[in-house]
């Protein structure tokens, strides 16, 4: 029988080192893709009671992004220049050998005392691979690759000597020195997997310690636990991955200002970016042997948030958004995984006004909760 993780709500914030914000709108958005920025909102946010920062992965100019900064170096800046957050790399097996980054991770690991994570991205760009002159994969291939990459990673940090072999990776008698840190709960790194088909909810099940879903409404989450707890039994996991949703987040002072702002974010979408998004993505996943994707059903306004950020529907007052946050978590969701059009101002005023409503709410409920920060 699965154990079921039931500790307190976490909160986690998408990292802009890629420019151009979350929405593909002209809508006015207060951020910046630099390091001294980012540096800012890391502490920010780790102030006001976030836990986690998760990077993105570009190594191309792409339809939403013209600017990036790599994922794995910005990360480690980003450890480097906070105390507790721990920040989660974005890597894409076929770009990266596993063997090297499990290295790098240790050695993150160890310069921010036990604070790196990784976040396996499986890849929907195809010119991010035929560009650099690598093989671009079909869905479900893509996604036998990130099992073996992930099962590599465990190997190498946990082994001493690691072998394996597979169709994608062959590793012989390796032994890593340092490993990264461990302890009782934390054998090494967290690793997450993420997306919405059923290669995805495979790999999350069976082999990842978070599972991060793209944006969804509260029967969406239903179905997807129960498929991945049935999954995660069915491999022989004591526990299910921990489980993350996406949302982005609009908090205003009445349920009014906030849904004129998403129909402002709407009204400004930039519509051939995000016709060639769709146009970029859908492709992408149709060679899924079940045809269920990451962006299958998205329509124009999910495509405007590329993470189907607006259908967890995290919009209006304080006081709703919490509430709705609190719904999340009584069906299981461990983790929200917030973005916002200002990061700095608004998730300093996430701290201050939704997530003490949020920890008021899970105490009423008898759920686990966590003390709040203490804002200076």
């Known amino acids: 029988m699965l154990t079921v993780h039931t500790g307190p709500l976490r909160f986690a914030y998408w990292v802009p080192n890629v420019s151009g914000g979350l929405v593909t709108s002209t809508v006015e958005q207060q951020t910046d893709y630099r390091h001294e920025y980012n540096v800012s909102v890391a502490r920010i946010a780790e102030q006001a009671g976030f836990e986690y920062a998760l990077t993105q992965v570009r190594t191309i ?17 980003l450890l480097l220049a906070t105390e507790r957050l721990k920040v989660i790399t974005a890597v894409q097996p076929g770009l990266w050998h596993p063997g090297v980054l499990a290295s790098w991770l240790a050695t993150a690991d160890h310069l921010s005392n036990g604070r790196a994570a990784v976040n396996v991205v499986s890849g929907w760009l195809k010119e991010e691979f035929t560009q650099l002159g690598e ?16 099962q590599v990673l465990k190997a190498i940090w946990t082994e001493s000597p690691a072998n394996y072999a597979g169709d994608f990776y062959r590793v012989h008698d390796v032994t890593l020195k340092p490993k990264p840190l461990s302890w009782v709960g934390r054998p090494h790194p967290e690793i997450c997997q993420g997306g919405n088909s059923t290669a995805d909810r495979g790999n999350g099940a ?28 069915d491999s022989g996991r004591a526990e299910p991955p921990r489980f993350g949703l996406n949302g982005f987040v609009i908090v205003r002072d009445t349920e009014a200002e906030a849904q004129d702002a998403l129909r402002e974010i709407i009204a400004k979408a930039q519509v051939p970016a995000i016709q060639g998004f769709g146009t970029t993505v859908r492709p992408a996943d149709a060679s899924a ?33 919490a509430e709705r946050i609190v719904s999340y978590r009584k069906l299981g969701v461990n983790l929200i995984l917030a973005g916002f059009l200002h990061p700095q101002e608004e998730i300093e005023a996430f701290g201050r006004t939704v997530l003490p409503l949020v920890r008021e709410l899970e105490e009423h409920a008898g759920l686990t909760t966590a003390p709040l920060p203490a804002l200076s």
Do not use: C, K, M
């Open 135 to 150: 093989p671009w994969l079909e869905h479900d291939e893509r996604y036998r690759r990130s099992a073996e990459f992930i």
């Open 289 to 321: 042997a079940d045809h269920r994707s990451i962006w299958a059903d998205a329509d124009f306004e999910d495509l405007a948030q590329y993470n189907d950020g607006f259908r967890t529907r995290l919009i209006g007052t304080a006081e709703h958004v």
């Open 61 to 77: 100019t792409s339809h939403e992004a013209e600017y990036h900064h790599e994922s794995t170096s910005f990360a480690l800046a």
């Open 206 to 233: 069976r082999y990842a310690d978070w599972y991060f879903s793209n944006g969804s409404d509260f029967d969406g989450v239903t179905a997807q636990l129960a498929d991945l707890r049935r999954i995660a039994a």
